[in-house]
């Protein structure tokens, strides 16, 4: 069963520039999750996405967006580029939305902000 | 709000020593815990989960787990560590089925095993 797959796997922009992540969860499951990984603020919760919803949403400026869509598959946008949004961005994937289901993480996308 | 302290940024251990890694939530309602464990250039691997059920949790590659709510601690431990078991772990905690999937994260602990 294939993993958690995100693209691109690493990817440089400048600031004010805007990206966008993909990732593709696990097949069946329908919950999706990103987080941001930085040296400095660690791991943080970005927002969660459950059958095209969005479940919640962690303390991040509106220039972070995603979405998912009918197939379960999800993208982040990042607007607005800062040199601080320079991080590790993982997806996760669970079968269900819930507090007690194993969460699957990707391997990332390493966004460098120049 | 919930929140999570792990002690000590970074742990030297020998090759066949113990490995403790200390992990202390905060949480008002009874909460899931979790650690993780993540390689250079990849993503997280779950080692194990704590659910409410039993208190001594055992995971993958030998790794296990105490939940004391006395302490309101899930300390990590395996009693004899691999030149593998190099890494960082994470301990996470989660509080109820409105949170969703969302988990919060310590801070991590980098592993160095020597030989």
């Known amino acids: 069963k294939a993993g958690v797959t995100q693209t691109p796997r690493y990817l440089i922009k400048t600031r004010g520039q805007q990206v966008t992540l993909s990732c593709s969860p696990i097949?069946?499951?329908?919950?999706v999750s990103w987080y941001q990984q930085t040296p400095g603020q660690g791991l943080q919760f970005l927002f969660e996405?459950?059958?095209?919803?969005?479940?919640n949403k962690g303390n991040f400026p509106g220039r972070f967006s995603g979405r998912q869509f009918s197939n379960s598959r999800s993208e982040m946008n990042v607007s607005t580029l800062e040199l601080g949004d320079s991080a590790l961005y993982l997806c996760?994937?669970?079968?269900?939305?819930?507090?007690?289901?194993?969460?699957?993480f990707g391997p990332g996308t390493r966004l460098t902000v120049l | 709000a919930q929140s999570v302290t792990q002690l000590g940024s970074h742990v030297s251990v020998s090759e066949g020593a113990l490995v403790l890694l200390r992990c202390n939530y905060s949480s008002s309602v009874p909460p899931y815990l979790f650690w993780y464990v993540q390689y250079p250039n990849q993503g997280l691997q779950l080692l194990l989960k704590y659910t409410s059920a039993a208190t001594l949790v055992k995971g993958i590659n030998g790794f296990e787990a105490e939940f004391k709510k006395s302490e309101t601690s899930f300390h990590l431990t395996k009693p004899s560590a691999h030149m593998s078991d190099a890494a960082e772990y994470f301990c996470?905690?989660?509080?109820?089925?409105?949170?969703?999937?969302?988990?919060?994260f310590g801070g991590g602990t980098r592993v160095l095993v020597k030989p």
């Open positions: 996405y459950f059958s095209e919803t969005q479940r």
């Open positions: 996470a905690v989660s509080t109820n089925k409105a949170a969703g999937n969302k988990l919060t």
């Open positions: 097949s069946g499951h329908r919950s």
């Open positions: 996760a994937s669970s079968l269900l939305a819930g507090s007690i289901n194993e969460q699957f």
